[in-house]
């Protein structure tokens, strides 16, 4: 994918982040990210006073992926209060493994990776094939 407007997705990361509910971190966090079918699908963080329940922003995109269709993401960025590209957190990226296409990308601190950089070695459905 060479074609990737990775402007255009931050800028919807961004404009979800505007959404963030997160007086405990003070941290707003929002999340975009393209699917196979030409859909972009977006979240934003949502904290909790039970702090521990609070959901990551990629909680809510892929909630967004399945409420609008499902599919498999190709690409994605995610960003902070400030609109800079952050990591997604290890939990995260176990989220985004599970609906990534193979070929997906993302936006990272180090540049542009595939999700099997950023997820190495990664346990999925595959893994349960054999039980199910
Ligand atoms: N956060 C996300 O939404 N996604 C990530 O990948 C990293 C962390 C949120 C969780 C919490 O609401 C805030 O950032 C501070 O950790």
Avoid: K
């Amino acid at each position: 994918m060479t074609d990737i407007d990775w402007d255009a997705l931050r800028e919807v990361a961004i404009s979800a982040m505007r959404s963030a509910y997160a007086p405990y971190s003070n941290y707003p966090v929002g999340a975009a990210a393209l699917v196979d079918d030409g859909r972009t699908v977006a979240g934003c963080n949502t904290e909790n006073a039970s702090y521990g329940v609070g959901l990551c922003a990629e909680c809510g995109l892929v909630s967004n992926l399945a409420m609008t269709g499902g599919g498999s993401l190709v690409a994605f960025v995610c960003v902070n209060g400030e609109g800079e590209t952050i990591m997604p957190c290890g939990r995260c990226r176990q989220l985004l493994y599970e609906h990534a296409h193979p070929t997906m990308l993302l936006e990272t601190v180090s540049g542009i990776r595939t999700i099997d950089e950023v997820l190495p070695d990664a346990f999925g459905p595959r893994d349960l094939e054999r039980v199910n």
